[in-house]
């Protein structure tokens, strides 16, 4: 079976938001326009084919990434059933909500460009400032779409000005719209200076024509700014247009190309999806301007037994080379893999190995997805996006790959969770059930944790904010049938020590027989951001939070009580000095000790370095930290004060105000402890016009006084 798509008219694009910007109309359209269906699904009627899940349809919101092939032939293009003119799209549409950023995160590290779709009245918003910032984390390339000028208070100059203010210098319009609000009908292609209309029902025919007479001086300034901007990426082309010179329209987009690749232009495109205008013409820029897998460098990774770095390029003739980014449990197929191929094939019914378990799993089937409906497929080739069904041992982040060319690919980071809850089951029917349920759904998702808290007996879930926690509760209802009852909301500090201490912890004990003997010494100090230039020392093991420094010499402590020391101090740690809550941030140097030949042992060594942790740790000024939220605000004008004053009075500091049409826009960081049910008190505050998005920003240190109130609540 031979690939049916050259690679080199393969796209991999993620359609990214703010919440509500329109997200996944556009992505409705798309799959209309490609014919990968008959009927436009609206999000307001809950009939869209990405959001698929029940509570997504309910809520008018996207929770999980759904991924979609379609292909899609230049609407330009006379001849559409040319297949040497079809690209072929594999798009993932990504929520918007702050609470499902990892769908974004995970999303953004497999994917080769991105479409950044902006609400045309609000322009950029908190949650497209973080979707921007991943995009660049991850060096993916960006088209622009300002969508939904057809609604009243719609300026494509301000929400481009925006583009330029808050996101990035290097923005450039490629099209100026004709008409808004209710007047707006089509739009203007600066590059090849045409006006293009959207006529039939769904808009799916695509007329060129004249520029309309009010337009011409406009479209010509616009004009000469994008030429200019696209000819400093060449220096020949610059040559000959100082010259007088202005090359041709496909010289021009051939240079923007390469400069959009390069992240060093983001065009922006504009239109209305539900109102089906400018949509093709932004399919078109995918093919023009976003990279097929063949543009983008090779992918790096290490060897797993030797630690060196290894290359692989996009070609089916490599080692097969795949990222696993997503787990879906499905309900008629169980588990779904989905994985990215970065090089080589994979066939169904064959054997690959998990270069991060040292595994080797059979996949029993390949399939295909249409967000929820799916297509099974023999074979897949090096660029693609599909899904596995019959992977047990694989998780986010895994590389699969070939066992005689093992490899390691980065593992995809994600946030660490701020808000926790209790949960217990109804009867003893569910509890054996929610174990499975909690385990499936942290399974597929990495921002969603389960702990159990031992004093207690309780499992504790923690997730990225209340909405994720009540929907990831709803779905165990749903699909797995397990009722539960739930705690309130609770925050999930965290504890740190701000100076530094040296400790020892002596265990001895004679009991009869043979005792117990163990003896270490440490020297405890906040541990500090890596060099990025330094490599880390053999006698180092460094994690985000933790980092163990063996400073043992001559063999005062045996080498194979080295590491129950460093189980020891992981497990304090986990326990928390003030109030139990995990220890973070925190560099721990064991340097002397010492040991008995006949009663020393893995556990005294363990309970040893536990007790020298909570020494050291109680006389280096330990401390809570809490997560503070980065809040935006918008409120009607007459509200301003009262709410500023509010968000003060909530331990809130305000960092800004500015004007965003008609409102005015807050944005402050508060602690998260202070913003449980803030939504229905700013919708009293505003006679329910405010309206607001949160995000977590970073931990800080509690008060002195909110510190002892929680401490003193905890015991």
Same mark, same amino acid.
Request: proline content about 4%.
């Given at each position: 079976?031979?690939?049916?798509?050259?690679?080199?008219?393969?796209?991999?694009?993620?359609?990214?938001?703010?919440?509500?910007?329109?997200?996944?109309?556009?992505?409705?359209?798309?799959?209309?326009?490609?014919?990968?269906?008959?009927?436009?699904?609206?999000?307001?009627? /809950?009939?869209?084919?990405?959001?698929?899940?029940?509570?997504?349809?309910?809520?008018?919101?996207?929770?999980?990434?759904?991924?979609?092939?379609?292909?899609?032939?230049?609407?330009?293009?006379?001849?559409?059933?040319?297949?040497?003119?079809?690209?072929?799209?594999?798009?993932?549409?990504?929520?918007?909500?702050?609470?499902?950023?990892?769908?974004?995160?995970?999303?953004?590290?497999?994917?080769?460009?991105?479409?950044?779709?902006?609400?045309?009245?609000?322009?950029?918003?908190? *949650?497209?400032?973080?979707?921007?910032?991943?995009?660049?984390?991850?060096?993916?390339?960006?088209?622009?779409?300002?969508?939904?000028?057809?609604?009243?208070?719609?300026?494509?100059?301000?929400?481009?000005?925006?583009?330029?203010?808050?996101?990035? &210098?290097?923005?450039?319009?490629? *099209?100026?719209?004709?008409?808004?609000?209710?007047?707006?009908?089509?739009?203007?292609?600066?590059?090849?200076? &045409?006006?293009?209309?959207?006529?039939?029902?769904?808009?799916?025919?695509?007329?060129?024509?004249?520029?309309?007479?009010?337009?011409?001086?406009?479209?010509?300034?616009?004009?000469?700014?994008?030429?200019?901007?696209?000819?400093?990426?060449?220096?020949?082309?610059?040559?000959?247009?100082?010259?007088?010179?202005?090359?041709?329209?496909?010289?021009?987009?051939?240079?923007?190309?390469?400069?959009?690749?390069?992240?060093?232009?983001?065009?922006?495109?504009?239109?209305?999806?539900?109102?089906?205008?400018?949509?093709?013409?932004?399919?078109?820029?995918?093919?023009?301007?976003?990279?097929?897998?063949?543009?983008?460098?090779?992918?790096?990774?290490?060897?797993? &037994?030797? /630690?060196?770095?290894?290359?692989?390029?996009?070609?089916?003739?490599?080692?097969?080379?795949?990222?696993?980014?997503?787990?879906?449990?499905?309900?008629?197929?169980?588990?779904?893999?989905?994985?990215?191929?970065?090089?080589?094939?994979?066939?169904?019914?064959?054997?690959?190995?998990?270069?991060?378990?040292?595994?080797? #799993?059979?996949?029993?089937?390949?399939?295909?997805?249409?967000?929820?409906?799916?297509?099974?497929?023999?074979?897949?080739?090096?660029?693609?996006?599909?899904?596995?069904?019959?992977?047990?041992?694989?998780?986010?982040?895994?590389?699969?790959?070939?066992?005689?060319?093992?490899?390691?690919?980065?593992?995809?980071?994600?946030?660490?969770?701020?808000?926790?809850?209790?949960?217990?089951?109804?009867?003893?029917?569910?509890?054996?059930?929610?174990?499975?349920?909690? &385990?499936?759904?942290?399974?597929?998702?990495?921002?969603?944790?389960?702990?159990?808290?031992?004093?207690?007996?309780?499992?504790?879930?923690?997730?990225?904010?209340?909405?994720?926690?009540?929907?990831?509760?709803?779905?165990?209802?749903?699909?797995?049938?397990?009722?539960?009852?739930?705690?309130?909301?609770?925050?999930?500090?965290?504890?740190?020590?701000?100076?530094?201490?040296?400790?020892?912890?002596?265990?001895?004990?004679?009991?009869?027989?043979?005792?117990?003997?163990?003896?270490?010494?440490?020297?405890?100090?906040?541990?500090?951001?890596?060099?990025?230039?330094?490599?880390?020392?053999?006698?180092?093991?460094?994690?985000?939070?933790?980092?163990?420094?063996?400073?043992?010499?001559?063999?005062?402590?045996?080498?194979?009580?080295?590491?129950?020391?460093?189980?020891?101090?992981?497990?304090?740690?986990?326990?928390?000095?003030?109030?139990?809550?995990?220890?973070?941030?925190?560099?721990?140097?064991?340097?002397?000790?010492?040991?008995?030949?006949?009663?020393?042992?893995?556990?005294?060594?363990?309970?040893?370095?536990?007790?020298?942790? *909570?020494?050291?740790?109680?006389?280096?000024?330990?401390?809570?930290? #809490?997560?503070?939220?980065?809040?935006?605000?918008?409120?009607?004008?007459?509200?301003?004060?009262?709410?500023?004053?509010?968000?003060?009075?909530?331990?809130?500091?305000?960092?800004?105000?500015?004007?965003?049409? *008609?409102?005015?826009?807050?944005?402050?960081?508060?602690?998260?402890?202070?913003?449980?049910?803030?939504?229905?008190?700013?919708?009293?505050?505003?006679?329910?016009?405010?309206?607001?998005?949160?995000?977590?920003?970073?931990?800080?240190?509690?008060?002195?006084?909110?510190?002892?109130?929680?401490?003193?609540?905890?015991?």
């Amino acid at each position: 079976m031979n690939r049916d798509y050259p690679l080199e008219r393969v796209r991999n694009f993620g359609i990214i938001a703010h919440i509500d910007a329109g997200k996944t109309t556009v992505s409705e359209r798309i799959l209309f326009y490609t014919g990968s269906q008959h009927k436009i699904g609206e999000v307001h009627e /809950g009939e869209t084919t990405t959001d698929w899940m029940e509570q997504e349809r309910e809520r008018g919101i996207t929770i999980t990434a759904a991924a979609i092939t379609c292909f899609w032939t230049q609407s330009t293009e006379p001849d559409k059933k040319d297949i040497a003119k079809k690209a072929r799209f594999n798009i993932i549409d990504t929520p918007g909500h702050i609470d499902f950023t990892v769908e974004v995160k995970r999303s953004m590290r497999v994917l080769d460009g991105a479409v950044v779709v902006f609400d045309g009245v609000a322009g950029v918003e908190p *949650q497209s400032e973080t979707n921007w910032r991943y995009a660049d984390e991850a060096n993916v390339p960006r088209l622009c779409f300002i969508n939904k000028l057809d609604r009243t208070g719609a300026s494509f100059e301000n929400s481009y000005a925006s583009i330029l203010e808050r996101l990035s &210098k290097k923005a450039v319009r490629m *099209q100026i719209p004709i008409g808004l609000e209710g007047a707006h009908e089509g739009v203007v292609d600066l590059l090849k200076m &045409k006006a293009y209309h959207f006529e039939g029902d769904k808009g799916e025919k695509v007329t060129e024509s004249e520029i309309p007479e009010n337009l011409v001086e406009d479209a010509k300034k616009h004009r000469h700014e994008l030429v200019e901007r696209i000819v400093e990426h060449d220096d020949a082309a610059m040559h000959a247009y100082l010259e007088g010179k202005e090359p041709s329209v496909e010289e021009l987009k051939s240079i923007l190309r390469k400069a959009v690749i390069a992240n060093q232009v983001f065009p922006v495109f504009t239109g209305s999806a539900l109102k089906n205008k400018g949509v093709q013409l932004v399919l078109d820029a995918v093919v023009d301007y976003l990279p097929s897998p063949l543009d983008l460098p090779p992918v790096k990774g290490i060897n797993p &037994k030797t /630690g060196e770095e290894l290359v692989r390029y996009a070609s089916d003739d490599e080692p097969f080379t795949a990222l696993a980014f997503k787990l879906q449990a499905d309900p008629f197929v169980g588990q779904l893999t989905f994985f990215r191929v970065y090089s080589g094939t994979l066939e169904a019914g064959s054997y690959l190995y998990n270069s991060a378990t040292g595994t080797k #799993e059979r996949v029993g089937r390949i399939v295909r997805l249409q967000a929820d409906k799916r297509e099974e497929v023999k074979k897949v080739f090096a660029g693609e996006i599909a899904a596995a069904v019959g992977l047990k041992d694989t998780r986010t982040s895994h590389t699969l790959c070939s066992e005689d060319a093992p490899i390691i690919l980065e593992a995809i980071k994600f946030p660490e969770p701020v808000v926790s809850l209790r949960i217990e089951p109804k009867t003893k029917v569910d509890q054996e059930k929610m174990g499975m349920a909690l &385990k499936k759904l942290s399974d597929e998702d990495p921002t969603f944790r389960v702990t159990g808290d031992e004093e207690t007996g309780e499992t504790i879930i923690s997730g990225m904010g209340e909405l994720h926690l009540e929907i990831l509760v709803d779905r165990m209802k749903r699909e797995f049938t397990v009722e539960a009852n739930v705690g309130k909301p609770q925050v999930a500090y965290r504890e740190t020590i701000l100076g530094s201490s040296e400790a020892q912890g002596k265990y001895i004990k004679q009991t009869g027989g043979r005792g117990q003997y163990g003896d270490v010494r440490i020297r405890m100090k906040k541990m500090e951001p890596l060099d990025p230039d330094k490599k880390i020392a053999k006698n180092v093991t460094r994690e985000d939070h933790f980092e163990f420094i063996n400073n043992i010499k001559g063999g005062v402590i045996p080498q194979e009580f080295i590491a129950p020391v460093e189980k020891g101090i992981r497990e304090a740690m986990s326990r928390g000095i003030l109030a139990g809550f995990p220890m973070v941030d925190i560099s721990v140097d064991l340097y002397d000790g010492s040991y008995h030949d006949v009663d020393s042992s893995e556990i005294a060594f363990k309970i040893a370095a536990s007790m020298a942790f *909570q020494d050291a740790a109680n006389r280096a000024k330990p401390v809570l930290l #809490e997560p503070i939220m980065k809040i935006e605000v918008v409120v009607p004008e007459q509200f301003m004060g009262d709410i500023t004053g509010n968000l003060s009075g909530k331990r809130g500091a305000i960092e800004g105000m500015e004007e965003r049409g *008609q409102s005015k826009v807050i944005t402050a960081k508060v602690p998260l402890s202070e913003m449980f049910g803030y939504t229905t008190t700013l919708r009293s505050m505003t006679e329910g016009r405010g309206s607001m998005t949160m995000e977590f920003d970073h931990y800080d240190v509690v008060p002195q006084n909110v510190a002892a109130d929680i401490i003193a609540s905890r015991k």
